[in-house]
């Protein structure tokens, strides 16, 4: 295969990744990574990479449309950035000092967990909270629009919240992926941040966390633009149809495909971690 | 400034930032292919790119001096870019409101990316 037919299945590899990311969800970068060291071989390094330059890409333009709908809250999406970008700078330290099949092992877990999340219900949150001391002072509490007007809602649990921030962070910069889940799950679960406040703040949040990690990798090498072109346009193409799509399609059934999909390549990454062979 | 007026301009950087980024990358990666197209892709072990390819500043000469890989990699500083310049309009607009604590906040940020791209 030369550099032109390579390109092009990269290409359309990530138009089909960032298409079932968007309609799903779950982004592209979780499928980025397996696909171009299961399918196509390519060092785990350049892969991760190229992922995290198209986590950008998708996050930054969808944060654009969601920012006009005015669920996304600034304040918390910009302290607890605080947290998620420095612990993307020391994922993105790790990334060099891991084995590879370490970072396919820790992959190959947090593609499961991804699939586990996006299948299971999200929580309702009651909306009769008291105000928490920590978050007032921090200015986190806010209002987002619901069918019946515009509903307040109170935040809890900010140093956990945080510390999850951290983790979410620290992934994103191991293993080039949004880590959105981890975010989403810090926000609804333990900040008790509504979900479509947690979902649209976690997007706009994964661009920074992203370019925090992506700064260290293009110092060290890891963003080869050949294979980063195709996966960046790629994937910026997909999610664009994908959100489109979105509009028309019943997703429910695509979703549950998708984590089945999801978890195979987990089992794989992981399989392929344990023999040694990636 | 109000909150309305700042998200939507940061709607709009986020949004125009992606495309240009996107614009160059495209048209360094025809450059690319009209180039190496038919050469075998060795990226299946990996070596690191060349040093001038792991710098802003290496990056812009790489870029100007019409080489594929450097147009390509200057595109996708300007995608790294968005979201940072994001980060400075917030800081910009904490300001307007008198909110110090969330400029301090937003400058911690801005640290942490800046030593990121720059490695001080």
Redesign the interface.
């Known amino acids: ?4 037919a ?2 092009f299945v990269v290409f359309f590899g990530s138009l089909v990744a960032g298409f079932l990311g968007a309609l799903t969800g779950l982004g592209g970068g979780v499928v980025i990574v397996p696909l171009l060291t299961l399918a196509l ?3 785990i ?2 892969a991760v990479g190229a992922s995290l ?1 198209s986590v ?2 998708t ?3 969808a ?3 969601y ?2 709908e ?1 669920f ?1 809250n ?2 918390i999406g ?2 607890l ?2 947290a998620t ?2 612990g ?2 020391l994922g ?1 330290h790790l990334a060099s000092h891991l084995p590879t099949r370490v970072i396919a092992a820790i992959f190959g877990i947090a593609l499961l967990f991804s699939a586990y999340f996006s299948a299971r219900e999200h929580p309702k949150i009651s909306s009769d909270q008291t105000p928490d001391p920590l978050a007032q002072k ?2 986190l509490d806010g209002r987002y629009p619901t069918p019946e007007g515009m509903q307040e809602y109170h935040v809890r649990g900010v140093p956990l919240g945080f510390s999850l921030m951290f983790g979410a962070g620290t992934l994103s910069g191991l293993l080039g992926i949004g880590s959105g889940a981890v975010k989403v799950l810090a926000m609804d679960r333990a900040m008790c941040i509504p979900f479509k406040v947690s979902t649209t703040t976690s997007n706009f949040m994964i ?2 966390t ?7 990798y ?13 996966v ?2 790629g994937v ?1 193409c997909g999610s664009m149809l994908g959100a489109a799509a979105l509009i028309r399609l019943r997703t429910h059934v695509l979703r549950i495909l998708f984590s089945l999909v999801i978890v195979a390549l987990a089992i794989e990454m992981i399989l392929n971690a344990i023999k040694g062979r990636i | 400034m109000d909150d309305r007026r700042i998200e939507k301009a940061i709607s709009i950087l986020l949004r125009g930032g992606v495309l240009f980024s996107a614009m160059v990358v495209l048209c360094g990666g025809i450059l690319y292919l009209a180039q190496f197209g038919n050469r075998v892709p060795d990226n299946h072990v990996f070596h690191g790119e060349p040093t001038e390819l792991r710098s802003v500043s290496g990056t812009i000469r790489a870029a100007l001096s019409g080489r594929a890989g450097g147009i390509i990699q200057l595109g996708l500083l300007l995608l790294i870019l968005t979201p940072i310049i994001r980060v400075v309009i917030s800081v910009v607009a904490f300001a307007a409101e008198h909110d110090y604590m969330y400029v301090t906040f937003t400058l911690m940020v801005l640290a942490v990316l800046l030593y990121s791209l720059t490695g001080a």
């Open positions: 295969m030369d550099t032109t390579f390109t071989g390519v060092d390094r350049y330059v950008i890409a996050s930054s333009g944060a654009a449309a920012l006009r005015g996304s600034i304040r910009m302290f950035e605080l970008t420095l993307a700078l993105a921090l200015k661009g920074v992203a370019a925090a990690s992506a700064g260290v293009l110092r060290r090498g890891y963003i080869d633009p050949g294979l980063a072109m195709p960046m346009l910026l």
